[in-house]
Nanobody, 125 residues
């Protein structure tokens, strides 16, 4: 079992940057692929980015491609989401989770568990 804790959210002006962290506990953290999702008020949870267990395979949503970068450091049991050129529409609570099954595609939140509590990102104009 692994537990995840997100951090790094906050208030930032449009065009600014933030780096989110997803800290994991447990000896098996490096075995898990990790996804980042976000949820804005009144909207469904939305896929943001994915990284496999080694960091050698990563993917991101079209809406953040070229602006967000996912990475991981298994020695530190952490996954990061570097967010640049932030827009107002990036405002949301950001969550990380472990990918548990390939029955669902990697952008489907139903394929994930061990969700963290989330960290709020607010982008002002």
């Amino acid at each position: 079992q692994v537990q995840l804790v997100e951090s790094g959210g906050g208030l930032v002006q449009a065009g600014g940057s933030l780096r989110l962290s997803c800290a994991g506990s447990g000896r098996t953290f490096s075995n898990y692929a990790i996804g980042w999702f976000r949820q804005a008020p009144g909207k469904d949870r939305e896929f943001v980015a994915f990284i496999n267990w080694s960091g050698g395979n990563a993917d991101s949503a079209d809406s953040v491609k070229g602006r967000f970068t996912i990475s991981r450091d298994n020695a530190k049991k952490a996954v990061y989401l570097q967010m640049n050129s932030l827009k107002r529409e990036d405002t949301a609570v950001y969550y990380c989770a472990t990918w548990r099954t390939s029955y669902y595609t990697r952008n489907d939140p139903r394929g994930y568990d061990n969700w963290g509590q989330g960290t709020l990102v607010t982008v002002s104009s």
